[in-house]
């Protein structure tokens, strides 16, 4: 799906500390939280630059956020 930055902001910090030209975020549906946190591991490894690191939500996903090499944020969701 897309999500308008703004709506992300109060839950990502990373968003909320700078400015970023993108106005949309993709958001990608991983299969478990399990998948979720091996993606963010290996990316890890991969040294991917992050906005966020791995966190659980109070809606039962575990989420974590990445810039592309474009600049525009990547939140990758498990539950």
Same mark, same amino acid.
């Not at 030209?21 to 478990?32: D, I, M």
């Not at 399990?34 to 989420?63: C, F, I, K």
């Given at each position: ?15 909320? &500390? ?13 299969? %478990? =939280?399990? $998948? ?13 630059? &992050? ?13 974590? %956020? =990445?810039? $592309? ?11």
């Amino acid at each position: 799906m897309l999500q308008q930055i703004g709506g992300l902001a109060d839950h990502l910090p990373g968003i909320a &500390r700078k400015l970023t030209n993108p106005t949309h975020a993709v958001v990608l549906r991983v299969g %478990s =939280i399990d $998948d979720a946190e091996a993606l963010y591991r290996h990316l890890d490894e991969l040294s991917v630059e &992050r906005q966020t690191g791995l966190r659980r939500t109070d809606y039962g996903t575990m989420e974590f %956020s =990445i810039l $592309d090499p474009d600049g525009y944020v990547l939140l990758i969701a498990g539950s």
